[in-house]
């Protein structure tokens, strides 16, 4: 009796470890954004009730651009850096893929998972035969617009959008230069393999120090070899990121 019941428990444990290193849905986005010409993006959204990955691939790279003058040359980098954002509830940690140009190996860029003070609305419309319900709020200097089901009870949504009772199937920023909108929604049972891409670990404060430090020299190097009175900006403009502030 007492072997069986040490039986027993090792196999609850062992299937409650699996459910937690498994995500059991999959959520396809057809993604857009549209602040530096029209981008289309393919990807997904793996998630269970704790934990959430979201991955995105430009189907081609962001173009950079630059222009000059008599006396100074402008440069604009287009943000790219990140293809995955992790979210996890179990220990309030959300983690974003960070490259620094000219540098090669990418960061983790770790933050406490942002608040999102979310409006919900006595509105709704059908998305993939689920009854969605409509919700608003501003993050990240963005206005979103989203529609969520409670027939997935999950509070996650692509990219960093969380925090509703259910899951986001569409988003839109007000100017429609983000955009997601799901197109599939799947029962999977899909092992957890992201514990396979840690990188170096940095804070969101950090890594956006590093940015600025970064693009200041980049300018200041420019200018020098352009001799004096020759000005130079470099910088992440902010209206060519999905995050604006």
Do not use: C
């Amino acid at each position: 009796m007492k072997n069986k019941f040490l039986f027993l428990l090792m196999l609850l444990i062992g299937l409650n470890g699996y459910a937690q290193s498994s995500f059991t849905y999959k959520i396809k986005y057809d993604m857009q954004l549209s602040y530096s010409g029209i981008k289309k993006l393919n990807s997904e959204l793996l998630l269970n009730n704790t934990k959430a990955a979201f991955y995105f691939k430009e189907a081609s790279p962001a173009q950079n651009s630059s222009r000059a003058n008599a006396d100074s040359f402008y440069i604009e980098i287009v943000d790219t850096s990140t293809n995955y954002v992790i979210t996890n509830l179990s220990n309030n940690l959300l983690v974003e893929l960070g490259r620094l140009p000219g540098v090669k190996d990418p960061f983790d860029v770790v933050e406490s998972i942002p608040f999102i003070d979310w409006k919900i609305h006595n509105e709704s419309k059908k998305i993939n035969n689920f009854k969605t319900i409509k919700a608003t709020s501003r993050f990240r200097g963005r206005n979103y617009i989203v529609w969520f089901t409670p027939d997935l009870p999950t509070s996650f949504g692509p990219w960093k959008l969380h925090g509703l009772p259910g899951a986001i199937l569409e988003a839109k920023d007000d100017l429609n230069q983000v955009v997601f909108i799901a197109t599939s929604i799947d029962k999977v049972v899909s092992a957890d393999q992201t514990g396979k891409l840690k990188k170096q670990e940095v804070s969101r404060e950090y890594f956006k120090k590093k940015q600025n430090v970064f693009f200041d020299d980049m300018g200041k190097n420019i200018a020098a070899k352009m001799g004096r009175g020759f000005t130079v900006e470099v910088k992440t403009t902010n209206a060519k990121a999905i995050e604006i502030d």
